[in-house]
């Protein structure tokens, strides 16, 4: 079936860097979804993202983050600078619209571990 | 605000028998309900769907029921098998909440011989 890649899949860090998740989703989606999951927690949405807007974002959603789809490329979320609280495993997803009914591909997730 | 709460966070079965893995929500909205299983190292994937009050949704033997009457909808399946083990997520997407997706924490689920 359709496939969302995330790269790096594990990315350390030193407190204070930037750092760049990507996240290649199906290629016929419009929309785009970053999930974090902190370990033993369940998972929480950060952002979705439609026609290059942030349409609905969460209070995790810090002033650090920022994500972005540069010509229909990786659909990114950037971190700058990292905190250590920023550690944890983020979830890429993508899906065709916006209904509810639609199903939301996800990624296997990235791990981002800030020292 | 939507919640999920899945009351369970690791069930052993042997492999055979029936299990029931809870999932219970809030919300003051119209609720769509969605059951996602995660394999190691693998990513989440849809498992079960639905929005219909009182109406049984099946899928690769697993199976689930909206009750908007208790706002549950637990998943079943009658006989486990050993490639079933894996992290099983419930999750709610209400009217309210845009497109967000909101979680519960996770069941791990393990079969046994």
């Known amino acids: 079936g359709p496939k969302v890649l995330q790269i790096p899949s594990h990315q350390i860090i030193d407190m204070g860097q930037m750092v760049t998740l990507n996240c290649d989703p199906v290629?016929?989606?419009?929309?785009f979804y970053w999930y974090k999951q902190i370990l033993g927690q369940q998972m929480e949405f950060l952002v979705n993202?439609?026609?290059?807007?942030?349409?609905?974002k969460s209070k995790l959603f810090k002033d650090q983050f920022s994500v972005e789809r540069p010509d229909g490329s990786y659909f990114t979320l950037k971190i700058q600078p990292t905190a250590l609280e920023d550690s944890a495993v983020y979830f890429c997803?993508?899906?065709?619209?916006?209904?509810?009914?639609?199903?939301?591909?996800f990624g296997p997730g990235t791990r981002l571990t800030v020292l | 605000g939507d919640s999920v709460t899945q009351t369970e966070g690791l069930v052993t079965l042997t492999k055979g028998l029936p299990v029931m893995l809870n999932c219970t929500y809030q919300?003051?909205?119209?609720?769509?309900l969605f059951w996602y299983v995660q394999h190691l190292n693998e990513a989440p994937k849809l498992l079960l769907k639905?929005?219909?009050?009182?109406k049984r949704t099946e899928h690769q033997g697993f199976y689930a029921t909206l009750h908007k009457s208790s706002s549950s909808f637990h998943l079943q399946k009658s006989s486990v098998q050993l490639s079933d083990s894996a992290l099983y997520f419930c999750?709610?997407?209400?009217?309210?909440?845009?497109?967000?997706?909101?979680f519960g924490q996770g069941t791990i689920l393990k079969v046994y011989l």
């Open positions: 997803a993508s899906s065709s619209t916006g209904r509810s009914s639609y199903e939301q591909y």
């Open positions: 290629s016929n989606h419009l929309y």
């Open positions: 993202f439609y026609n290059g807007k942030v349409m609905e």
């Open positions: 919300t003051t909205y119209s609720p769509f």
């Open positions: 639905s929005s219909t009050d009182n």
């Open positions: 999750a709610l997407r209400a009217t309210s909440s845009g497109q967000k997706l909101v």
